[in-house]
């Protein structure tokens, strides 16, 4: 990881460990069908989803996201995303525009929700993506948001700025990051997957996340380094 190579440049040569930002696994686990079914109700999602969670940012990429949805129009997809009226900058104001200008205002359900409530709209959504953007001074550290939805046994979609490919470790697709002609092929190839096939891909990144990424083998790798 890049983490890893700054600290071996710095001369932590075989001494730098790498440890997730561990999820809570009593939030983030896949629910019942009943629990989805009722949030899915409730949101008045009735179409496969594509969910985006986190900061509405730039370098988040959310605007390529819209992009690549808006491009595949033909297929009946909904998009789950935070309903950021509640704290306007110029970058929601330019999403609250692009939905518009899109014409995917009647695709796109927003949501409002603190972070214990959270696991329930992860496991409403089919498909959850990460789109960040590298700048020259950031990229994506880590997407914590990305194992908490694989937790929740969805199937997520990240590009590889930073440490999303390691991140999501073959459990997922990978984009090239700023491509949307990618993102949007990534996307169609989900959506029109049997349903069967795409939830199986969800319950092996569960599987994965809940072993490798949780707050449990967090404190695991802690324990063996200070034994």
């Known amino acids: ?47 496969p989803t594509v969910a985006y ?32 009226s509640d704290y306007e900058t110029n970058y929601t104001a330019e999403l609250k525009s692009r939905i ?11 949501f409002d929700a603190k972070h214990e409530e959270m696991p329930a709209h992860m496991n409403a959504a089919d ?19 990305l194992p908490e939805a694989m937790a929740c046994g969805k199937v997520v979609v ?19 990051e ?3 002609r990618m993102l949007a092929a990534v996307l169609h190839e989900l959506l029109t997957m049997d349903a069967a096939l795409r939830e199986d891909m969800g319950r092996s990144a569960a599987a994965y996340a809940q072993e490798n990424l949780s707050i449990k083998r967090q404190a695991e790798i802690w324990a063996g380094l200070l034994s």
Do not use: C
Request: no cysteine; charged share 20%; glycine share 12%.
């Open 178 to 180: 700023g491509n949307v």
């Open 158 to 176: 990240g590009s590889d700025s930073g440490a999303i490919p390691e991140l999501v470790a073959g459990h997922g697709r990978i984009f090239p």
């Open 53 to 84: 969670f986190g900061r509405l940012t730039p370098e988040k990429g959310v605007h390529l996201l819209m992009d690549a949805l808006a491009s595949i129009k033909d297929l009946p997809w909904q998009f789950l995303v935070d309903h950021f």
């Open 127 to 145: 498909i959850v993506v990460l789109p960040s953007l590298s700048t020259p001074k950031w990229k994506e550290q880590y997407g914590r948001v």
């Open 100 to 110: 518009a200008t899109l014409g995917i205002s009647d695709r796109v359900v927003y």
């Open 1 to 47: 990881s890049d983490g890893t190579r700054v600290m071996e440049a710095l001369g932590f040569q075989g001494k730098a460990t790498q440890i997730p930002l561990g999820f809570d696994p009593e939030l983030f686990h896949v629910q019942s069908k009943e629990k989805i079914e009722a949030t899915r109700g409730r949101l008045g999602l009735h179409r």
